[in-house]
T-cell receptor, first 118, second 112 residues
């Protein structure tokens, strides 16, 4: 089946630094990718929708200047957490759908990135 | 009121039991209903999806959608220890291009 690769799977960074997370669709093209955030024992919360070649659409309450999203190609989207703080520590997950499939298209998820800011 | 409500549990059952997991939702425009399974520190994997109301069966898993009641269910028959995970319901308004709205997830533990 289709695979979405997310890298890194875990990262520890110092407060004030920036961290980039990559999300790649390995065997399909994804016009749209989604970025979610998940706190322990909580649901996946949509942060932003990433559209290839255009600006991302952010959900209410998500700072676009803090969470920079770039979707430069049909197979790659990146999320950069800028000036990270301990409260940004969370599990970040991307997902993508195959643009060539009609009807319902399964959203494939990356394996997630656990970010710890110290 | 959250868009999707799901009892987080935890839910503990013995091996072989029938498990019932449920979600309610408030947005009547949702058309696609999914159940995902998530193991600790992993991304979710799709178990089943249903379009509009109705039942769908896949092996030991049965998904039910009742749009009139805004209620969806996942039944697991003959539960196994390997079914121990967090089960997330998710919904979307339409096809590709629309993000999924997730429930909080129910943690299931099946003991042998």
């Amino acid at each position: 089946g289709a695979v979405v690769s997310q890298h890194p799977s875990w990262v520890i960074c110092k407060s004030g630094t920036s961290v980039k997370i990559e999300c790649r669709s390995l065997d399909f093209q994804a016009t749209t990718m989604f970025w979610y955030r998940q706190f322990p024992k909580q649901s996946l919360m949509l942060m932003a929708t990433s559209n290839e070649g255009s600006k991302a659409t952010y959900e209410q309450g998500v700072e676009k200047d803090k969470f920079l999203i770039n979707h430069a190609s049909l197979t790659l989207s990146t999320l950069t957490v800028t000036s990270a703080h301990p409260e940004d520590s969370s599990f970040y997950i991307c997902s993508a759908r195959d643009r060539h499939k009609g009807g319902y298209t399964e959203a494939f998820f990356g394996q997630g990135t656990r970010l710890t800011v110290v | 009121q959250k868009e999707v409500e799901q009892d987080p549990g935890p839910l503990s059952v013995p091996e072989g039991a029938i498990v019932s997991l449920n979600c309610t939702y408030s947005n009547s425009a949702f058309q696609y209903f999914m159940w995902y399974r998530q193991y600790s520190r992993k991304g979710p994997e799709l178990l089943m999806y249903t379009y509009s109301s109705g039942n769908k069966e896949d092996g030991r898993f049965t998904a039910q959608v009742d749009k009139s009641s805004k209620y969806i269910s996942l039944f697991i028959r003959d539960s196994q220890p390997s079914d121990s995970a967090t089960y997330l319901c998710a919904m979307s308004l339409n096809q590709a291009g629309t993000a999924l709205i997730f429930g909080k997830g129910t943690t299931l533990s099946v003991s042998s």
